[in-house]
């Protein structure tokens, strides 16, 4: 099938960063054609609307990295652009709380990257823990009053609107099969038919490293190169893997949701990338327990039963999953287990509220 649509700028991706990729765009270079594509049949379907919706504030982040800078002014750019948008935003306010001696360093450390990072933060003790959220329990806290929840799939359908209203094109049910260089610009092959234009961005999530290999010429199962190119001379883009983690959630009962009146997190563990499962008040006032962080065996795998055979042989015969495995092998299998059992969960939330019984989490769809 020949070229069928032509454009300046494609999107591959409908989440929250392919629609602000696209949007940007429009907004810098008004007139600019832009199409965004994705193959799901609306926006948001994976990471963008399947999360705890908080707002970040920086605390977490080294003081001075781009990570902490880029956090405090991508906050103040989402929050400015839903007011003027009309995009709800409620302030929680979050507690992180340490119940174990070995916490309360950690805890010290994080009061002194949020003084850093410029975030409104004050260590509380037991008896503050209690003031800010009563059913909780902990030695100390750092309470961070100012965090708010937002809805982000509501965020991305907004911005699928003002990609709409500033002359670009959304297509769904569009899935890339490969991007190449024809010497002029870009021809993507979809499942739609070919499209050709100036620059293609790939904002594609868990399906980021199929793109990028099939837009340098490596062959997807077995990542060997087939040619190369002036932007990826060393083949850097066809060793890329992602290996896919889930995060499961529970719900508190709606007639025990009084128990969490905000965000209560745990200190985390400075040595691995997860926050641990946490309690969050969202914006309906129900209150999501959650995530934990568990291989997935596919892709988009938001089930024990979803498993793609294929994707497990590529991930057991490449040795970065080797290599994550024996780094964070015990931290793994902590989460598994708190996956496969109902009492281990349970366990993990008393530690921050022990009032809550098994009976009151029931999963999240």
């Known amino acids: 099938m020949g070229a069928r649509d032509d454009a300046d700028v494609l999107v591959i991706g409908g989440g929250i960063v392919g629609l602000a990729t696209a949007r940007a765009v429009l907004v810098r270079r008004p007139g600019a054609r832009v199409l965004v594509v994705d193959k799901e049949p609306v926006v948001a379907s994976h990471q963008t609307g399947r999360n705890s919706g908080v707002v970040h504030s920086g605390v977490y982040y080294r003081p001075g990295s781009l990570k902490a800078r880029l956090t405090a002014t991508g906050r103040a750019e989402l929050l400015a652009w839903c007011a003027e948008r009309g995009v709800p935003v409620v302030e929680r306010g979050k507690l992180i709380v340490a119940t174990e001696p070995d916490e309360l360093a950690p805890l010290a450390e994080l009061e002194r ?121 060393a083949g850097s883009l066809g060793r890329a893997r992602i290996v896919p983690f889930r995060g499961e959630y529970h719900e508190l009962r709606p007639e025990r949701a009084h128990l969490c009146r905000g965000l209560i997190y745990p200190v985390p563990d400075p040595r691995y990338p997860f926050l641990g499962v946490h309690l969050t008040r969202g914006l309906d006032g129900g209150v999501h327990v959650g995530p934990n962080a568990v291989l997935a065996l596919a892709r988009e795998g938001y089930r024990w039963r979803d498993v793609d055979a294929r994707l497990l042989a590529e991930l057991a015969s490449w040795s970065g999953t080797w290599a994550l495995a024996r780094r964070y092998w015990r931290t793994g299998a902590a989460e598994v287990a708190r996956s496969l059992s109902h009492r281990l969960l349970v366990r993990a939330v008393q530690r921050l509220v022990p009032a809550v019984e098994p009976d009151d989490l029931v999963r999240a769809d």
């Open 113 to 233: 990257r949020a003084e850093a990072n410029g975030v409104a933060a004050r260590r509380v003790d037991g008896a503050g823990i209690v003031e800010v959220e009563p059913h909780a329990t902990g030695l100390a806290a750092l309470h961070v009053p100012g965090v708010q929840v937002v809805d982000y799939g509501a965020v991305a359908r907004a911005l699928a609107d003002e990609v709409v209203e500033h002359g670009g094109e959304i297509r769904l049910r569009t899935a890339v099969d490969e991007v190449h260089d024809d010497g002029n610009g870009v021809v993507a092959t979809t499942s739609g038919g070919d499209v050709r234009a100036a620059v293609a961005v790939a904002c594609a999530g868990l399906q980021s490293d199929l793109v990028a290999r099939r837009s340098s010429g490596v062959d997807p199962t077995s990542g060997a190169r087939r040619t190369t190119t002036a932007s990826d001379p």
